[in-house]
């Protein structure tokens, strides 16, 4: 019987195919991603991350399950009582041009907006264009029956307020009336702790771009200061290239997380702040 011996050299070669072969099958086997945003806010090609599905991101945070009764009562609270869902829109375009720049570099953009109330604003969102998904997290504890928000309703009415089931069941239907319910998911917790197995800590999770920072609002400074100084901390660790936005600038009540970003801005000099009307954001200095 006759053996035929490959020469060293050719067998390396052919290793060395295959190799390539595998490296490049690899990401479009498994569905990782080509592209990855850089420090620098631009995108460039890879292969190293896995590609996440939206449609699987939004099976897992299911909607909650509202009966007839309770669906009856979200009605007769938009019917009658719908200021309590009301919010405030002044400079909001700062955040909607830097939705509309990713969403062209990319297959879709994603806005974590912290402090969902009861969803008009992750409605909004979404509405700037068919490429944006939100993930709106909040305690879903606010209002409650005490809230000045709910003082003018029947008492019946009022005291369904503050149950995290009841307050997301009305944010959800809000989201899907304005028709952009495929678009957005909400996570019951606090951020931004509740943030990292959930959001960014789960390969499942999509790669969030713009964090919307609309919560922790109240007449106690340093506890708002503290709550902005362990946002912009964790935030800065698990999403170090997301563009930082938020609410309420001129707010009283937000004077911890106004002052919080103002350090946050000037110990990084690469950034740059703008403000128009209530909403803030945080930019690279280079982009324009």
């Known amino acids: 019987m006759q053996i035929t011996r490959s020469k060293p050299g050719v067998l390396l070669l052919g290793i060395v195919l295959v190799g390539l072969t595998l490296s490049w099958l690899k990401p479009r ?13 631009k995108y460039e090609a890879t292969s190293e991350r896995p590609q996440p599905s939206w ?10 399950q509202v009966d007839d009764a309770t669906n009856d009562v979200y009605a007769a609270v938009m019917r009658k009582h719908s200021q309590i869902l009301g919010f405030s829109d002044g ?11 990713i969403a062209k570099i990319k297959g879709e953009v994603v806005v974590l907006e912290v402090g969902v109330w009861f969803g008009r604003s992750a409605a909004r969102w979404a509405s700037v264009d068919p490429k944006v998904r939100v993930i709106g997290i909040d305690p879903f504890l606010t209002p409650h029956p005490r809230h000045s928000a709910t003082q003018s309703m029947p ?5 369904r307020f503050g149950v995290p089931e009841f307050n997301r069941g009305l944010a959800e239907r809000v989201i899907r009336m304005r028709g952009v319910e495929p678009q957005v998911a909400f996570v019951t917790g606090f951020s931004p702790q509740d943030l990292v197995k959930p959001v960014f800590e789960n390969p499942n999770a999509p790669v969030v771009d713009i964090i919307y920072i609309d919560g922790g609002k109240r007449p106690d400074y340093e506890a708002v200061r503290k709550y902005a100084d ?22 009283k009540e937000n004077r911890g997380i106004k002052d919080a970003v103002t350090e946050y801005v000037e110990k990084n000099p690469h950034l740059k702040l703008e403000v128009s009307g209530f909403t803030w954001i945080v930019l690279p200095k280079e982009q324009q």
């Open 29 to 41: 086997l498994t569905g990782e991603s080509t592209t990855v945003e850089r420090a620098d806010g």
């Open 55 to 64: 449609a699987d991101f939004k099976e897992k945070n299911p909607p909650v």
């Open 91 to 101: 400079g909001r375009q700062l955040v909607d041009n830097e939705l509309r720049r």
């Open 155 to 159: 008492e019946d009415m009022k005291n």
């Open 230 to 251: 362990e946002s912009l901390a964790a935030f800065a660790k698990y999403a170090p290239n997301a563009i930082l936005a938020g609410d309420d600038w001129s707010l």
